[in-house]
């Protein structure tokens, strides 16, 4: 059964991301939903394929996709692309500066927070390495953003 902190914390996961999407505005969410979608759905495939090599761990038993891992993809993940594309599309030095940079906040800051709380620790990974498993897709974004207005273009 997850702990009260850790479901405490799953609602804080997904509903403060979702709340601030009222300020991207209507255009923006139309225009770049897409692309966050079928990043998060890799994302998905991504955590599932993490889970199975034990890169982390979550300490509330029984382990379960939904109450662990889903929380992340679901939460944070789409809200974010759609704010950091909103913000940074047509710029590629400007994406990737400001993905490193909450890259690097997630890998080096947050998840050493999650230990601390005892949420969810890494296991195979350090937070180096963690940072390069989050970070590459923010590449995947970005191309699949483009070949998204690539086909609206066509047309």
């Known amino acids: ?3 009260k902190k850790h479901k405490l914390f799953n609602f804080f996961m997904i509903s403060v991301p979702w709340l601030s999407t009222f300020f991207i505005g209507k255009h923006h969410i139309k225009r770049y939903s897409i692309s966050s979608i079928l990043i998060a759905l890799y994302e998905i495939r991504s955590h ?3 889970r199975n090599k034990k890169y982390w761990t979550f300490y509330d038993k029984p382990k379960n996709f939904i109450k662990d891992e889903l ?3 679901i939460g944070p993940y789409i809200p974010a692309s759609l704010w950091i594309l909103t913000f ?3 710029n590629f030095k400007k994406y990737v500066v400001t993905n490193v940079i909450f890259n690097s906040l997630f890998a080096f800051i947050f998840i050493p927070f ?4 005892k949420i969810l620790r890494l296991k195979r990974l350090n937070h180096f390495q963690f940072f390069f498993y989050i970070h ?3 590449y995947l974004l970005y191309g ?3 070949l998204v207005e690539k086909v609206k273009a066509v047309r």
């Open 71 to 73: 929380p992340f993809d």
């Open 1 to 3: 059964m997850a702990s």
């Open 114 to 117: 999650l230990e601390k709380i």
């Open 48 to 50: 599932v394929r993490g």
């Open 88 to 90: 940074t599309y047509g």
């Open 144 to 146: 699949a953003q483009y």
């Open 136 to 138: 590459y897709k923010a």
